[in-house]
């Protein structure tokens, strides 16, 4: 036998097409659909523009910064100590283009009906591409409220913060064209409980806001250390208070900052995170002393509605790769989208999809009215609500939508193991589930109207005597006062699915809306793929399939 007639051993058949390069905002309609609902229409050709850069050139340079990850210098080679992090250059590719496109700055630069929306949309495209640069553009954009407090500090920083130039370069402020900024929070001893942290401040002269002050201490988590600036905590004589820490001194020296070590993470690769010590290091204080939590709250309230962008993006991008793969790949001579189960299965996770979605950017479109009474209360409930929730959902999601691929959905060539490295991150940051579920409680008690607001905005059922039903159940489940807070996970849930389900109402999709509602407050099973009968399933799957 001539085995050199042996070396082609099969032919390759059966393989699903790539996906490289599809606009991510083309593909997605009910993202489409969603901006336009949310007074964002106007932002649709910039949405386009970036649809294309997020699922081509960004998306190659994801895979890039996760095989590439940040490398910590401490030292110079002649002994000096630097305290520098190197990004692959595929990272800063990320970074310029976020900062160039306005998703740091868009709504405080560019103020207009649906500019939180607009930025919210493009940062669902960016976080789908590699969600680790997001990190420092979420705690960039979500200083602004909080250095606002601060006018002095606001006038000298804002103009950097908000412009669109990307400067990596580890420069004082004054001599870069834009900066941005981290957050230090954290302490070993305290975690959450940021009233334990044991950093100091000393001030410098007289003290007060606005003042110079030296810190001295430690934290225990500060992502993006190589941010220009960090919004952080510390305890004066009159309590936590809230601080801008520079990381260089007015006369361009290098501040007292100094990086321990980066974090091994279960995901966000692309991203580094760090432990740090101020060891003196000089900072101006941000708002009224003995405040720094109502202060830094500013910065965290956006910062969490992030979180629901983020585990958004990464829902969508898991729903889009494994509705790309059951399109094409055939088991048992029919292609899988085609097979009864599998289009149960990929229905429920549009529908996850979407209603994640919908909460989302109706979440953007109250950050754009927070002068409005009712939005104002809506946000601050459901910042909470919408963080724990969409945060919840997504590990699971993503894990059956990697399950969809079968053991290639397993393998690191495919984007789908790293989306799920990264879902539980927007769950664990800025505040774990119990923290979200207390807040709501929190909320709810000791803010008046508050309730009122949630109960208006649910309104009677639209018409659905289920949803209906289920507001019913939930006004006497918040009239019950008796271990609330041993039921705060489920009251939070049920709070969630009801307002999901009184949005898909309201957009007027009767396929989306009433499969939701059938499955989600009506039985259900217990997993993915347990739609009950009677569903238009076809159109379910059409409207979120990649429109390619």
């Known amino acids: 036998m001539n085995l050199q007639s042996c070396a082609e051993t099969h032919e390759v058949t059966n393989q699903v097409p790539p996906l490289d390069g599809p606009n991510l905002y083309r ?4 993202l489409q659909q969603w901006v336009q609902r949310y007074q964002a229409g106007w932002a649709q050709a910039r949405l386009d523009v970036y649809g294309a850069l997020a699922g081509g050139p960004l998306m190659q340079a ?11 210098k401490s030292h110079d080679r002649y002994g000096h100590r630097i305290d520098l992090v190197e990004f692959h250059p595929a990272y800063h590719e990320l970074m310029r283009s976020a900062v160039e496109h306005g998703i740091p700055s868009l709504p405080w630069s560019d103020p207009q009906p649906g500019a939180q929306v607009a930025r919210a949309a493009l940062m669902y495209l960016h976080n789908q591409a590699e969600a680790g640069s997001s990190c420092p553009l979420t705690m960039t954009y979500a200083s602004v409220p909080a250095l606002r407090l601060q006018p002095d500090l606001a ?3 804002l103009p950097k913060i908000l412009a669109r130039e990307y400067d990596p370069r580890n420069l004082p402020m004054e001599q870069k064209a834009g900066v941005t900024i981290g957050m230090a929070m954290t302490e070993k001893q305290g975690g959450t409980d940021v009233r334990a942290n044991s950093t100091r401040a000393y001030p410098v002269g007289a003290g ?4 110079t002050y030296e810190l001295v201490g430690h934290k225990w988590f500060c992502s993006a250390p190589m941010c220009d600036a960090f919004l952080t905590l510390a305890q004066t004589d009159k309590g936590l208070s809230c601080f801008l820490l520079p990381r260089h001194r007015p006369d361009g020296t290098r501040n007292q900052f100094y990086i321990q070590r980066l974090k091994n993470k ?3 690769w692309a991203n580094a995170s760090s432990e740090v010590e101020y060891r003196g290091a000089l900072a101006w204080m941000v708002g009224e002393e003995g405040r720094g939590v109502p202060t830094i709250i500013e910065m965290v309230s956006s910062t969490r509605f992030d979180c629901m962008i983020g585990s958004s993006s990464l829902m969508r991008q898991a729903l889009t790769q494994a509705m790309h793969h059951c399109a094409h790949r055939q088991v048992g001579g029919r292609v899988l989208l085609e097979q009864p189960l599998m289009q149960n299965v990929l229905a429920d996770l549009a529908l996850e999809s979407e209603a994640a979605l919908a909460l989302t950017l109706r979440m953007g479109r109250a950050q754009d009215n927070r002068h409005d009474e009712h939005e104002d209360k809506f ?8 963080k724990y929730w969409i945060c919840k959902r997504a590990p699971n999601m993503i894990a059956e939508a990697s399950e969809c691929l079968g053991g290639a959905g397993y393998v690191e060539e495919t ?12 769950s664990i940051w800025e505040g774990s589930g119990n923290v979200q579920c207390l807040d709501v409680l929190r909320a709810l008690s000791k803010e008046p109207g508050v309730l009122e607001v949630l109960f208006a905005e649910l309104g009677d059922g639209h018409g659905d005597a289920r949803l209906k039903a289920h507001i019913r159940r939930l006004k006497a489940a918040f ?12 009251l939070t849930e049920d709070v969630a699915v009801g307002l999901q389900a009184k949005l898909l109402l309201e957009a007027g999709n009767a396929a989306v809306s009433d499969a939701f509602i059938a499955s989600r407050l009506e039985v259900h099973g217990r997993v993915y793929g347990t739609l009950p009968r009677g569903l238009d399933i076809d159109a379910l799957l059409a409207r979120s399939a990649p429109q390619l």
Do not use: H, S
Not at 27 to 30: N, R, T, Y
Not at 62 to 72: D, I, Q, S, T
Not at 379 to 386: D, K, M, P, Q, Y
């Open 479 to 490: 009239g019950d006062t008796e271990d609330i807070q041993y039921r705060a996970r489920q």
């Open 379 to 386: 946000a601050r409930l459901v910042t909470a609500i919408g």
């Open 62 to 72: 994801g895979f890039l910064a996760n095989e590439n990850r940040p490398v910590f």
């Open 266 to 268: 279960l995901g966000n």
């Open 155 to 157: 006038e000298r920083w």
């Open 415 to 426: 984007i789908l193991p790293r989306l799920y490295r990264e879902a539980p991150v927007n």
């Open 208 to 211: 007060g806001p606005g003042q």
């Open 27 to 30: 593909i997605d309609l009910p």
